[in-house]
C-alpha cells in the first residue's frame, strides 16, 4: 500500500532530506508532496488523499505553535508530525499536548525512524478510526475475559484457579480445589466492610450470568483486600445442562485509586493544588444561593501578574512555575479558610470571597494581596519582584450568576492593567461598553489577516527645498468589510493585547519591501521605504532574522529599508536594544527615532543608538505657531550636529513650512505636502520624476 505524505517546509536542505528519507524507506512506500507555506497547506488539506504531514513549525507565514493548532483545525483526523530545531524541543513537546503524532528534531533524525515512525503513526490512526466500529465485539470479549478466572462444581466448590487467580486469591490451586467458593474468593463490601453475596452463588441459583456489586473487595489468603471487578456466568455441557459456574475478575485497585485521582485533578490545579475553574464555579454558585438567602453579599477577585511572560522567557518555565507556587501560598495567607484562592490557568487566580464580604472588605483584601505579593519571592536563590493588577466584582450588585460575575471581574482587571497596573478596580457598567468594543475588535482581527483585509498606504517624505520624493512610510489601514478603512489608532492596541502584533507587523514588513521592489524594477525612483516598528516586535525573538528573511525573499537591499522606532521601544532595555539595533545596522538596514521630542531621551542615550534619522513628532511641528518653534528648532539643531538626517512630521500649513525652511530642516511629511496614498496613485507620484516644483512654489499639494 502506497502512503501519500505532505511535507510543509520552506527550507530545501530539509525537504530534500526528508524526500530522500522516505524514497529509500522500507517501510514505505511513500508519495510525498511538498509545500513551502502555511497557506498551501491549508488550502491541500481541504481536498483528500493525504496520509499524514510532515510540518515545520517556522514557515514563511507561520510561526512556532500556531502554525500546528491552524493545520490540525483543518485536519484533525489526518496524522502530523512536526519538525523543528532541537533548541525548540520544548514548542514541539507543546504541539504533542494538543494532538501532534511526534515530532522530529532537524539535523538529528534517522532515515530509518522517519520512515518507521510515519508508518506507524499512519496504522495506528487507521487502528482508531475503526474502533468505533469494533467496540461493541471487544466490550463484548473484556467482559468476558481478564486475568483471574475460577471455575466452580455445581455446589460451588472450587475446582480450577489459573496463576493469576493464585496470586490475587493467595491461594495454590491444589489448596484451593474442593474449597467452598466463599472461603477461596471471601469477598466484602468496601465502604461497610460487611460480608457480600458470592456472584458464583446466585449464577447457580438463577441459572443465569451474574455481575459482581460495584465497589466489591476481594479478602485474600493472607487477610489483605483486593478491590475487584467481575462477571460470573453458568458453565453449559454440549446437552446444554448447566454443570458449574465461572468467575472472570481482574484488579482495579490501580483503577479505582487513578479514578479517585483524576476526579480531584477535575476539579483542582495541578501545579499549585489550589481549585480551578470548575470547582471554583460550583462553590460561587452556592455561594450565591446562599447568599441570595441571608440577603449578604460576595465578592469576586480576579487578579492576574504583571509581565509573569518575562520571567518564564528569561529564567525558564522552572522558575516561572516556582514562582506560581509562590503566588498562591501567599494569596491563601491573605484570606479566610471560608474563603476560596483559585487558579484561574496560566498567570491568572480568581478569589471567591464568602459569608457578607463587601466592597470594603474586597477592597483590604486586595490591598493585603498586592503587599504581599510584592515582596520578593526567593526562586533558585534569586529575588523576584512581582506585581499584579486585580479586578473586584461584587454580587448582587454587579452580577446574579457566577459566568457574569467572573466576566466583570476579570473586565475590572483589564481597566487595572490599563491604569499603570500593579492596583485593583472595582467593576463599572460602563466597564463592559468598552470592552464588548476590545473583543468585536479581536475577533475581527483573527480574522482579518486570513481574509487579507489589511493594506498599505504610503507617505511619501519630501526634499523641503527642492520638493523631490526622498522615501515613503508605509502606514497600515484595515479595510473592513463593513467598518470600511480602519486606522491604526483603532485597532494596534488590541492586536498587542492580542498577541497579534507580531504577525501583523511581520505582513507589513514584507509588503512594504515587495511593494517598494516593485517599483525599483520598474525604474520608478524610491530612495527608501520606512517602516514602523512596535516594542513587542523588537523584542520578538527572531526580529533580526525576520528582517533578514524578508529582505532576501522580496529582494529589496537593506540600504533602502527604513525601520521607525519609538523612544519608548528603544528606552525598555537600553543594552538590548543597542544590540538589536547594532545587529540590523550590521546587515545594511537605516534606522530612524520616531516622535522624537516627545519623550524623556538623554542626548547620552541617543549617542548610543547607532541611528540615521531624526523625526521631528508632529506635535512639535504643530506647536510652531504657539512656542515660536523652540523644540523644533532644538530638535534640528541636535539632528544636525549629530549629523542625523531630520524628518519633520505632520506638517500641515504653509506657515510651518515656512519656519522649517528658515531652519534648514531636510525633509518633512505631512498632509500639507501629500496624504498618504495607495500604492497606485503612489505610483503615478512618483512617475511624475524626482524633480518635482519645489513645494513652497506649488502651495497645497494635496492628492
Not at 483542582?268 to 447568599?291: C, E, K, W
Not at 464568602?354 to 526562586?379: C, F, N, W, Y
Amino acid at each position: 500500500m502506497t502512503y501519500r505524505v505532505l511535507i510543509v517546509t520552506a527550507d530545501a536542505v530539509d525537504c530534500c532530506s526528508l524526500l530522500g528519507m522516505l524514497g529509500d524507506a522500507a517501510d514505505g512506500p511513500f508519495d510525498s508532496e511538498r509545500v513551502r507555506l502555511l497557506s498551501a497547506a491549508l488550502t491541500r488539506m481541504q481536498t483528500s488523499g493525504i496520509d499524514a504531514v510532515l510540518l515545520d513549525l517556522a514557515l514563511p507565514d507561520s510561526q512556532g505553535i500556531d502554525t500546528f493548532k491552524r493545520l490540525f483545525a483543518v485536519a484533525p483526523r489526518v496524522p502530523i508530525m512536526t519538525l523543528c530545531m532541537p533548541e525548540d524541543e520544548a514548542l514541539a513537546l507543546q504541539t504533542l499536548e494538543v494532538g501532534a503524532q511526534g515530532y522530529l528534531l532537524k539535523g538529528v533524525f534517522a532515515s530509518y525512524l522517519v520512515a518507521q515512525s510515519l508508518r506507524h503513526i499512519i496504522q495506528r490512526t487507521a487502528a482508531e478510526s475503526n474502533l468505533g466500529l469494533e467496540r461493541a465485539r471487544a466490550e463484548l470479549t473484556l467482559n468476558s475475559i481478564s486475568d483471574a478466572v475460577i471455575g466452580t462444581d455445581m455446589q460451588g466448590n472450587v475446582d480450577y484457579l489459573n496463576v493469576a487467580a493464585e496470586h490475587m486469591t493467595g491461594w495454590l490451586r491444589d489448596d484451593a480445589r474442593g474449597q467452598p467458593i466463599d472461603h477461596v474468593m471471601h469477598m466484602v463490601d468496601g465502604e461497610t466492610a460487611t460480608a457480600a453475596v458470592n456472584p458464583v452463588r446466585r449464577v447457580l441459583e438463577q441459572k443465569q450470568p451474574v455481575g459482581m456489586t460495584v465497589g466489591t473487595m476481594l479478602v485474600r489468603r493472607d487477610g489483605s483486600n483486593l478491590a475487584i471487578e467481575d462477571s460470573s456466568a453458568p458453565i453449559v455441557d454440549p446437552r446444554g445442562q448447566i454443570s458449574g459456574a465461572v468467575v472472570v475478575f481482574h484488579d482495579v485497585s490501580e483503577t479505582r485509586a487513578m479514578a479517585t485521582r483524576m476526579a480531584y485533578l477535575a476539579q483542582h490545579d495541578f501545579l499549585t493544588g489550589l481549585p480551578n475553574r470548575v470547582l471554583l464555579n460550583d462553590r460561587i454558585a452556592q455561594a450565591i444561593t446562599l447568599a441570595g438567602r441571608s440577603g449578604n453579599a460576595i465578592a469576586l477577585i480576579f487578579l492576574d501578574l504583571d509581565r509573569f511572560k518575562c520571567i518564564n522567557d528569561s529564567l525558564g518555565h522552572a522558575a516561572g512555575d516556582q514562582l506560581l507556587q509562590s503566588v498562591a501560598h501567599r494569596l491563601l495567607a491573605c484570606v479566610r479558610s471560608s474563603d476560596t484562592v483559585s487558579r484561574n490557568g496560566g498567570d491568572e487566580f480568581v478569589v471567591l470571597l464568602t459569608e457578607g464580604r463587601d466592597m470594603q472588605d474586597a477592597s483590604v483584601i486586595a490591598h493585603k494581596m498586592i503587599a504581599a505579593l510584592s515582596t520578593p519571592h526567593l526562586i533558585d536563590e534569586q529575588e523576584l519582584r512581582m506585581t499584579c493588577s486585580i479586578g473586584i466584582s461584587v454580587y448582587p450588585a454587579d452580577a446574579d450568576n457566577a459566568d457574569e460575575l467572573l466576566r466583570n471581574a476579570d473586565t475590572a482587571m483589564y481597566h487595572a492593567k490599563r491604569a499603570g497596573r500593579n492596583n485593583y478596580q472595582f467593576f463599572q457598567r460602563e466597564m463592559n461598553v468598552r470592552a464588548v468594543e476590545r473583543q468585536v475588535i479581536e475577533r475581527n482581527l483573527l480574522q482579518a489577516m486570513e481574509r487579507r483585509e489589511f493594506m498599505l498606504h504610503y507617505q511619501p517624505k519630501l526634499n523641503l527645498k527642492t520638493g523631490a520624493v526622498t522615501g515613503a512610510e508605509a502606514l497600515l489601514r484595515w479595510l473592513h468589510p463593513q467598518w470600511g478603512v480602519t486606522l491604526p489608532e483603532h485597532f494596534l492596541s488590541v492586536a498587542e493585547e492580542c498577541g497579534l502584533i507580531v504577525p501583523i507587523g511581520r505582513w507589513v514588513l514584507r509588503e512594504a519591501c515587495r511593494q517598494a521592489k516593485y517599483w525599483q524594477d520598474q525604474g520608478l525612483d524610491l530612495p527608501s521605504i520606512a517602516v514602523n516598528v512596535c516594542a513587542l516586535e523588537l523584542r520578538h525573538p527572531d526580529f533580526v532574522s525576520g528582517v533578514q528573511a524578508v529582505l532576501a525573499e522580496t529582494g529589496l537591499s537593506p540600504t533602502c529599508l527604513q525601520l521607525e522606532l519609538t523612544e519608548v521601544a528603544l528606552l525598555h532595555d537600553v543594552d538590548i536594544s543597542v544590540e538589536i539595533l547594532r545587529h540590523l545596522k550590521s546587515i545594511g538596514v537605516q534606522l530612524a527615532m520616531d516622535d522624537f521630542g516627545t519623550g524623556y531621551t538623554s542626548l547620552s542615550y541617543l549617542l548610543k543608538f547607532p541611528i540615521d534619522v531624526v523625526k521631528i513628532d508632529q506635535s512639535c511641528v504643530h506647536a510652531i505657531s504657539e512656542d515660536n518653534g523652540r523644540i523644533a528648532r532644538a530638535v534640528i539643531a541636535v539632528g544636525a550636529s549629530l549629523r542625523y538626517q531630520v524628518v519633520a512630521e505632520g506638517v500641515e500649513d504653509e506657515a510651518q513650512m515656512a519656519f522649517l525652511l528658515s531652519e534648514l530642516c531636510q525633509e518633512g511629511q505631512g498632509d500639507f505636502l501629500y496624504r498618504a496614498l495607495a500604492s497606485e496613485p503612489f505610483t503615478a507620484l512618483l512617475r511624475i520624476g524626482p524633480h518635482l516644483e519645489p513645494v513652497m512654489r506649488r502651495g497645497r499639494a494635496r492628492v
